[in-house]
């Protein structure tokens, strides 16, 4: 299989942690890619209509993209276990407020690196950084005991988007009276498949 990604992209890199913490990377070949949504790659285009990475290049079935639905397949397919019956609304709802916390920070991103300067606009940058850090706030309070829980999807998720934090807004100091979260991170971020997935321009 292939997967379109990029060593960058927060989303792809929980789909490459999926593959290690499931001992399934030599069944995944990366093609890189250099995409945005103002010049989508061609292999990204052809292979998600949206145009967005990552997407997952099957060998005997259809692409299929979005990166909570590579993960949870990834899983199914190496005997499921990141997405624990038991817990499941909780780990979807952890995942989901990763993917949340990503899709600002990259908007972030994009608009300070994409926008001509001139039109750049703080207010709207300001709202998106009030949807992260809401939800780093929902995080510290009240999903201490899932992230220290037994490992799942939402944890690596977490860790994942708070990489992306690090990787593209430390000036925001996300840790700052964030005590618990930092705490949790420190440690999960010492996981193998995150010192693996690091990311990089
Ligand atoms: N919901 C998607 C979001 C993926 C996404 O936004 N990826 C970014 C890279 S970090 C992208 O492809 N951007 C190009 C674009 O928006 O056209 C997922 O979880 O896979």
């Known amino acids: ?86 817990r499941i609304w909780e780990v979807l709802t952890l995942e989901a407020t990763a993917d949340g916390i990503m899709e600002a920070a990259v908007l972030m991103t994009y608009e300070r690196r994409i926008r001509p300067q001139d039109k750049v606009f703080e207010p709207w940058i300001e709202a998106q950084w009030g949807k992260v850090s809401g939800a780093l706030d929902a995080l510290n309070d009240r999903w201490m005991s899932h992230l220290e829980g037994p490992l799942c999807m939402g944890q690596l998720a977490i860790g994942c988007a708070l990489g992306y934090l690090d990787f593209r807004h430390d000036a925001r100091e996300w840790r700052k009276d964030r005590g618990a979260l930092d705490d949790w991170y420190t440690i999960f971020s010492q996981r193998p498949s995150m010192l693996a997935t690091a990311p990089t321009d």
Do not use: C, W
């Open 1 to 86: 299989m292939k997967l379109i990604s990029s060593p960058a992209s927060p989303f792809v890199r929980k789909v490459v942690v999926v593959l290690h913490e499931t001992g399934t990377t030599a069944d995944v070949e990366l093609m890189r890619v250099k995409t945005s949504p103002v010049a989508t790659a061609a292999e990204a285009a052809a292979a998600n209509p949206l145009g967005k990475i990552p997407a997952l290049l099957r060998d005997d079935a259809p692409t299929i993209y979005d990166s909570r639905v590579i993960t949870r397949f990834l899983d199914a397919r190496a005997g499921g276990k990141l997405y624990p019956q038991a």
